[in-house]
């Protein structure tokens, strides 16, 4: 009311600021305190078990009756939070923060000044009530329409100048998507849904691409090759509504989604560096055991944001690979990526260690499985495969990106995941059989259609060598017979596609004139491919 009817916008900005810090003021006297004290508490809890493992004796004694002491603090503070009247005065004083700070929002003076805690606090509270016993129910619609509001139309709002903000909504919004109410209301409002997806892409950066990435992770859920992990028809449901809106996004917005394509395969590659040389610092810490924790956490972090973002890439190439022609470019990192995994896992001495790496049962740690990164980046050379297959052009495109590798290392990486026991030891009840047997026959598909591609082309590889090829039918850069030849816009040199799709993963320029040059400028020279096909024909005849 005070908004509408005041005349002087300073007026009501002093009012909306003054009246935020009084809701504020409220949470941190009625259960703020409790809070802090309530994560306090567990930190300590868990910090004092974990000594309590790896000591006997008097120090075990005197730890287990500190531990005693944190349950009852505990206790004691969930009895404080989790009182019905409470909850219901704290559901109402979230819409209160909500509503003010949705209302903060129109003005841009004010707005840019809003610190990360206001939003945190909105987050805190949620939790509270969402995390209660017994379960508190969220019932009026309006307080949770304006809290989910607040957190999707604001993830890349350009006044946000302070970058604690941002990580907290990225952070937030990560969280609350695994809350079915959270969820339900967002997906009544087709605005917020287009806005706050369109943002996460945007929004992949090498700020926010780690919170990004668990957000677009929580749309994999529960599916991919060899998936374990099962969730409810209704929660899937869901999930299956966001992850067809973020395809309709891509789709229409195809650069914003090559751009983040881009990104996401410069992060997977660099994590994967990374991930190769804590593996060789292995041998230092085995050596040197204080160091040991401290380096396994970090291997762990790593290897943890590797498998998200295959996760991801698995994701989205299979409800946009088939609907978006990808250009050549994005298509041979993406193969080269999942390549590089598999390599990674089955072969050297970096496999090896890996092994090793995966079989330690470090107190603290979760113990890890190759299958985590493994099984998403088969996954997405599956999908690939999926688009390409049933046009011929593209599928002999397809294999020759795979020959790029050398056809006996090839052959080598789909034998061995041909025989890999993808149904492993554990949890095989939990696995989604029928789907994945459906996989692995595809996978087997894809190593036969291989072999297949090397026969045909082996017969056509020894009569090439064994005549001379006219110069005007060769790859001036790769000095052999052109097979899709493509014209150069700037030079007009002739080339083969291959050959100037490997130089652009490096270079964005005309390779004979240094002039600026991309995948979607070149051009098929359909004259130079009619000589070549006539040679081909007649040499085989």
């Known amino acids: 009311k005070s908004k509408s009817k005041s005349k002087n916008q300073n007026d009501n900005i002093n009012f909306f600021w003054w009246l935020t810090h009084q809701m504020l ?42 531990i005693k002491g944190f349950l009852r603090n505990q206790c004691w503070n969930r009895i404080q939070f989790f009182v019905t ?58 307080i949770l329409t304006s809290f989910v509001k607040l957190f999707s139309n604001h993830l890349s709002d350009s006044r946000i100048a302070n970058p604690g903000v941002n990580e907290i909504l990225f952070q937030s919004f990560s969280s609350l998507l695994q809350y079915q109410e959270f969820l339900e209301i967002l997906k009544n409002n087709p605005q917020n849904i287009k806005y706050s ?28 090759f060899g998936t374990i992990i099962e969730i409810d028809s209704d929660s899937d449901n869901i999930l299956s509504f966001f992850r067809n809106e973020l395809y309709s996004i ?50 762990s972090s790593t290897f943890e944001l590797i498998s998200s973002l295959l996760k991801v890439l698995e994701l989205i190439s299979f409800g946009l690979f088939n609907e978006i022609i990808l250009n050549d470019v994005s298509s041979i990192r993406v193969i080269e990526g999942c390549i590089n995994i598999i390599d990674l896992v089955m072969s050297g001495s970096d496999s090896a260690t890996f092994d090793i790496l995966s079989a330690l049962d470090f107190r ?16 997405t050379i599956l999908n690939l495969f999926e688009t390409k297959i049933e046009d011929t052009n593209k599928s002999k495109i397809f294999f020759s990106f795979l020959c790029d590798y050398g056809t006996d290392k090839m052959t080598k990486i789909l034998t061995f995941l041909c025989s890999y026991n993808w149904f492993g030891t554990d949890n095989q009840q939990q696995i989604k059989t029928n789907d994945l047997s459906k996989n692995i026959q595809k996978l087997n598909r894809l190593s036969q259609e291989f072999q ?69 400028m070149i051009k098929p020279d359909f004259d130079t491919l009619k000589k070549v096909q006539e040679f081909i024909k007649n040499l085989e005849k």
């Not at 996460?200 to 599916?223: A, C, E």
């Not at 989604?257 to 395969?265: A, C, D, R, V």
Request: charged fraction near 25%; include cysteine; hydrophobic fraction near 40%.
């Open 25 to 66: 003021t409220l949470f941190e006297i009625s259960v703020g305190e409790i809070y802090k004290n309530t994560v306090l508490t567990s930190q300590n809890l868990s910090n004092s078990m974990e000594n309590a493992r790896q000591m006997t004796g008097t120090d075990n004694r005197l730890i287990l009756e500190e």
């Open 85 to 142: 009247f409470k909850q219901k005065d704290l559901f109402n004083l979230l819409g209160f923060i909500t509503n003010l700070l949705n209302d903060l929002s129109s003005f841009d003076v004010l707005f840019v000044r809003l610190p990360s805690s206001y939003f945190q606090t909105c987050v805190d509270i949620f939790r509270f009530l969402r995390q209660s016993e017994p379960s508190f129910e969220m019932n009026d619609v309006s």
């Open 197 to 224: 997806l369109t943002s996460i892409l945007s929004k992949f950066d090498p700020k926010l691409w780690v919170s990004t990435t668990q957000i677009l992770y929580r749309f994999w859920k529960g599916n991919g």
């Open 250 to 299: 891509c789709k229409e917005n195809s650069k914003l989604f090559e751009e983040f394509l881009n990104f996401h395969i410069n992060t997977l590659n660099s994590s994967l560096s990374y991930l190769k040389v804590l593996i060789s610092e292995l041998p230092i810490y085995e050596s040197n055991s204080s160091g040991l924790p401290a380096f396994l956490k970090k291997y």
């Open 364 to 379: 603290g740690i979760e113990k890890l499985s190759k299958d985590q990164i493994l099984k998403p980046a088969v996954g």
């Open 452 to 520: 297949k591609y090397l026969k045909s082309t082996e017969k056509r590889r020894k009569l090439l060598e064994s005549t001379t090829i006219p110069e005007e039918l060769m790859d001036p850069i790769m000095l052999t017979i052109m097979i899709e030849p493509v014209k150069l816009p700037s030079s007009g040199v002739v080339v083969d596609r291959r050959t100037i799709v490997r130089h652009l993963l490096n270079s964005q320029t005309d390779p004979f004139n240094r002039a600026e040059l991309s995948v979607e």
